[in-house]
């Protein structure tokens, strides 16, 4: 699998200098945008270079070695290409053009035929209808369309931690964007359309082994294999979110239409993934702004949480999301409510803790020493105005305090959304965008927490049983 | 009322040069910030000027008439400057001060006391524990604390036509400085604390008369008279949003310890809002990010939404988001739907509609008038992603056929918050930020207009029965 994401050699079937054409699009930006510097070569019917890339009028005319195809052609060609890798020795095959299964008994028919060459020759096909893989740490990426003026949102930034199955090229762009705002960034991208071999479950596991990779977020429209799903996603120790859509009939009738899978019964769906111990998020939105709780606070270990702010309504506002969300707001100690009063002059020590607006730094700083070590609070919801350049630099030091006491905080500043964005990629620190967002950041911390809880007690029972063992997924190469 | 909003002169009382002093900031924002031009009397106890303010030791000590009287001094002092105003003949006061009623059993004696004066002299009083007003139209303010470095967030830019009735300085913060991107902008703000004498009704009432208004928006920790309170809603034209925290008991307790009132039972509070046709909204951000879909679009009559995209994995999304919401995706005819495919290169013609990646202007607008020209469609939720220069330039189009066509579209584009929030104000055109505002903002304007027609047929109703007529909500000057 790690081919697909470092090949060192590529050719791209359907590149040309026609007007319009994608596949150039693709020479270019590898040849051009991106600091990967692998070969590639463009395979048309003139045999024409694209952007510096060698062109060729066959597969079987390259002269070099080539680890990995992606096709970008006519539906109708795609079989032949096919063959024309399998023939050349190509093993690894990223098909990008549509008009598959989506695609009436038609497309049905070609996609039997590329299935039937697959299995001959032992090929691993991603695709149809998609967009490849995207390797945002070494500058690999084999989407269509991206230009000179879009290229550096998507190959421009520096690489994180967060790797993607998405079924979609619309949801990569807002991640990607969205991501130059954050204080996380992608990693790996992976679009795998209509999932002809290469499935969610085959890469959750390479995810899983893969040392760049702390969280796994996906965007599904409908899962192929639910067995194999659940046990692989029950074997992974790495945060894994979701977002299905076809919640309706609705919903999953647009599904349909665009990647061809028929959408899952939302219950069942819902039931897999309590079963495969995966987080549901509820909005795209949520795949790219809860990531960064895991990968840069530490987990959430129970529900009680402590909320202070220096801005009296958002207390109450925070107090009602947290229990409607299932978590408690911690019960202070007299004791711990006395030192809270003697760090200064605060409105209000019981949770919400109401700091008042005129508050020093010092005070902030005995305020999370006292909640970060006090046994009656396993996490924080801070909700610190941004009204004085000192609470920025308040929230930098709650950061490390978080990390040297081992308890989260989900932070929000009650700012509106640009002032924070800013803020957040300035100081590079994690804010929320929102209340409903921080509680949601801390409820999937907690959630997390179960399911690992979850999965080593399952593991743990299977041990215990006579013969128990590994029986599941096919091995990736 | 109106004097609260439009005076000619106020009387600052408690403004000093003491460091830290709050009366201070007050004078500073009305003599040297703002573009109001009325004269400003600082009273203490050294009767010195403050910040270009002439100095009184006392009310009675001024020469001139006084308007208004704010009042922000230490609470024990307030009842006896309450007595100075009504011996100047003040009328009008805002109590600025906190520690009265949320301030324990002698916060409630001082409370007495004023509420005493007040009706002995037919004095109107806002407060205490509050901001009092902001009259961004003819930059009047008497917020405290409002800095140098923040004031344009406050006065410095245009006025709009949403005012907000706001029991919480925290939200108004967030709320200017959300408008601050916004197509939208406020009109007034009144701050109401405690609520002793004004509330939530009576300034509902003096809004609904203000022609500058045209969307109310309002953020309650309690509402005070229900009779009243749904009474005055019920007679309104203009619509009313409403965000109330304390859904829950811990979220009601931390209400009651800001602004002293005992948040209301949750489900009486929504069966009042009913009742008064005043709609609920479920976030803060709802308050500033919905009022636009008012003020930027004709009102939605009908359920029928149709959706259309150039990001296909929206079309799900969306699709499930209406539906849950109740709205219905618009069923369109095959008639309709040959039209669409005749515009060019459509993928999906069915609702939702799946524009693909390349598209012209020309099919953009063709398709906006075929959609919104059809009896099949009550409004639209467009889902175009800024991956190209022209998609702004069509969603202006939009805005103008909507309003020709008199439908409404609640526009997202499926990008990077900080990227829509961007071409939003610099484009003048009413974006939401996420698939979710979008089919909040298109459930809100359907709301409205089902609570319009209620509204209607219970006045028609009340004219029918005998003896029908008026008999609420005392008058305010």
């Known amino acids: 699998m790690d081919t697909f994401f470092n090949p060192r050699s590529v050719a791209v079937i359907g590149a040309s200098n026609s007007p319009f054409n994608l596949g150039a699009t693709i020479c270019r930006c590898m040849n051009e945008y991106s600091k990967w510097d692998g070969t590639v070569y463009a395979v048309n019917r003139k045999g024409e270079d694209v952007f510096g890339c060698k062109g060729c009028r066959a597969v079987t005319d390259i002269e070099g070695d080539v680890d990995l195809a992606v096709i970008i052609t006519p539906a109708g060609v795609v079989p032949d290409f096919v063959e024309q890798c399998a023939a050349k020795g190509i093993r690894r095959i990223i098909i990008e053009s549509s008009g598959f299964s989506e695609g009436g008994e038609e497309g049905r028919a070609l996609q ?34 991206v230009q000179p003026d879009n290229h550096h949102e998507f190959l421009g930034s520096e690489s994180g931690s967060v790797s993607f199955i998405i079924q979609s090229g619309g ?17 790996k991208i992976v679009s795998i359309g209509n999932k002809s071999d290469i499935d969610e479950a085959d890469m959750l596991k390479y995810f899983e082994q893969d040392d760049s990779t702390q969280v796994v977020a996906m965007y599904l429209e409908n899962i192929k294999q639910g067995r194999k799903f659940i046990e692989t996603a029950r074997k992974m120790k790495k945060p894994v979110l979701v977002f299905k859509v076809g919640r309706t009939s609705e919903g999953a009738r647009a ?14 769906f819902d039931m897999a993934c309590r079963q495969a111990g995966v987080i549901r998020v509820n909005a795209i939105s949520e795949l790219h702004s809860l990531p960064k709780m895991f990968t840069h ?6 529900r009680r949480i402590a909320v202070f702010t220096n801005s009296g309504a958002f207390g109450g506002i925070t107090a009602d999301l947290l229990v409607q969300s299932g978590l408690e707001m911690a019960r202070l100690s007299k004791d711990t409510q006395e030192k809270l009063s003697r760090t200064g002059q605060i409105f209000n020590a019981s949770n919400p803790i109401d700091l008042g607006p005129a508050i020093s730094m010092q005070t902030f700083l005995e305020i999370f020493d006292i909640l970060l070590s006090s046994d009656e609070v396993d996490g924080l919801l801070p909700v610190p105005s941004l009204w004085h350049p000192m609470v920025i630099e308040a929230i930098v030091e709650l950061v490390k305090k978080c990390h040297h006491y081992g308890k989260p905080a989900a932070i929000y500043t009650p700012n509106a959304v640009h002032k924070t964005v800013n803020y957040r990629s300035k100081y590079q620190v994690p804010l929320f965008e929102s209340p409903e967002e921080a509680v949601r950041a801390l409820k999937v911390s907690y959630q997390n927490t179960l399911n690992l809880a979850m999965k080593q007690g399952l593991d743990g029972l299977h041990a215990l049983l006579p013969g128990g063992g590994e029986k599941t997924c096919a091995g990736m190469g």
Chains 1, 2 share one sequence.
């Open 112 to 145: 039997r035929r590329i299935d039937e060459t697959a299995r001959e020759h032992g090929l691993r096909i991603m695709g149809p209808n998609c967009l490849g893989v995207l390797n945002a740490a070494n500058g690999f990426s084999c989407f269509y369309g």
């Open 171 to 187: 949801i990569v762009v807002i991640v990607l964007e969205s991501f130059l705002m954050d204080v996380v960034k992608a990693n």
């Open 255 to 268: 599904a349909m239409s665009h990647t061809a899978g028929m959408a899952n019964n939302d219950a069942v």
């Open 297 to 302: 606070m530490p987990p959430l270990k129970g």
